[in-house]
């Protein structure tokens, strides 16, 4: 994760390329459109509103790295991200989830992410503080009152000595001599009526939060309770409840809110699935009310949420979709138009099969080489092999249906089966795989049709 002056669209394509190999314009596109939002901001006065952001739809068959450059760019930016899939959502006023929800839903993820950097931030004074309080149960400060029964020479020496106890016990602490020694620790649990919510609505409908709600009308009564607790623990607890001390929860909605606002990505994954083809089926009237809904959203319009309005005029949208039974042109032209980039990726090659099986750098290679040395075995591929499997993958994609590099998943199964099975009681201790040892596998299935369907 890299804040997002420093990722130029150069760097941001630089990132993808680690994992997703080829489809070189759905990668440009959204890198420039993820620049263009730090650009925004840059740019003074009015004008700044008007700048809205350039909504991209990337089409392209299944299996060919939609999916896969969302969610790399979610990993890449700190900006606020949701991946929603659009087949989930239904008209407002049917029963499930109405596409407003998506928007609270990236305020939620917005406010998680905020709350977690600021309470970072102030851990450290967090763990001064509960040191202190620790150290106060240990060698309890002089009280006031105690001065009525000694001279004031006496008290001298009594808050010497007490400042002198408490940093010897400090160093102890510190060195960590004390951690097992058990302290009573007095918490303070607040007493929230017990109620069970029973529901069949979403709870996306439910645009409050109940218990928040329940505990303005039943006033908090905070129940004071003395625990046993190791001092490591003891210091864990305080400087947890000094930490939501310190970080305002005023401070973390307007952080996540303007985060949202300017920086805010949704990436409507299956946008093929709502687009209709036949306008008069039930099903379809049904999708295109959810289109409808989607227009004032991607527009910008104000969603209310639990934490105030939220606009969404410069919300990045980005959709993807396979469109092997719609086309964009059945999705409503309104929709269509608020989406003005189209990117085609393209179907996946033999040549890009063997790079997608080694370079990523979650390649299944490197997966399934890490899963055997769990059981301290050595998977070695040759590159023969490689060019071999790829070779497999495209004709079973060719003489089946053409899943792009899903096919990779079930032929390198099919291909390693064996050895996973027997491992770890059979020794290997290194296994080496051969263009003849793939061909031997692999070939016997994919010619045989009915074989090749249920197993490839
Ligand atoms: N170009 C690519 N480079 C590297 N890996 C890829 C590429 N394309 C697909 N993959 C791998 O194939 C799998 C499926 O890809 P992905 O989820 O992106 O498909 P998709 O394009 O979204 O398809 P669908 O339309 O079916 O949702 C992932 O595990 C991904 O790692
Ligand atoms: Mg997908």
Partial sequence: MSSLNKLTPKKIVNEL????????????????????????????????????????????????????????????????????????????????RDVESMVRELLDVAINSVRAE?????????????IE????????????????????????????????SREKFRAMLL?????????????????????????NVGLDSIDFNFSEMLGSIFPQRTQNQTRKMKVKEAIAYFTHVEQSKLVKNENIVTEAKSRVENNGIIFIDEIDKIASTDKKSGVDVSRQ????????????????????????????????????????????????????????LQSLSTEDFIKILRYPKNSLIKQYSALFKSEKTELIFEDEAVAEIAKFASKANEKMEDIGARRLHTIM??????????????????VVITQKLVNDKLSRIIEDEDLAKYIL
């Fill in 175 to 199: 060195s960590k001599k004390l951690d097992d020694r058990e302290i009573e620790v007095n918490t303070q649990q607040p007493r929230s009526p017990q109620i069970e919510i029973f529901s």
């Fill in 118 to 130: 600021m309470t970072l931030k102030v851990q450290k004074k967090a763990k001064e503080i509960a």
């Fill in 289 to 344: 009310g959810v289109q409808r809904d989607l227009l004032p959203i991607v527009e910008g319009s104000n969603v209310p949420t639990k934490h105030g309005m939220i606009n969404t005029r410069h919300i990045l949208f980005i959709a993807a979709g396979a469109f092997h039974i719609s086309k964009p042109s059945d999705l409503i032209p309104e929709l269509q138009g608020r989406f003005p980039l189209r990117e085609e």
């Fill in 133 to 164: 309080r620790v150290l106060d149960i240990l060698i309890p400060p002089l009280k006031k009152d105690d001065k009525g029964q000694a001279s004031d020479l006496d008290l001298e020496e009594q808050q010497n000595s007490n400042a002198r």
């Fill in 413 to 430: 199964t099919t291909l390693l089966d064996e050895y996973l099975f027997e491992l770890p009681e059979k020794k290997y201790g290194e």
């Fill in 17 to 96: 390329d680690k994992y997703i190999i080829g489809q070189d314009k759905a990668k440009r596109a959204v890198a420039i459109a993820l620049r263009n939002r730090w650009r925004r901001l840059k740019v003074k006065g009015e004008l700044q509103q008007e700048i809205v952001p350039n909504n991209i739809i990337l089409i392209g068959p299944t299996g060919v790295g939609k999916t896969e450059i969302a969610r790399r760019i979610a990993t890449l930016t700190n900006a606020p991200f949701i991946k929603v899939e659009a087949s989930k959502y239904t008209e407002v006023g049917y029963v499930g």
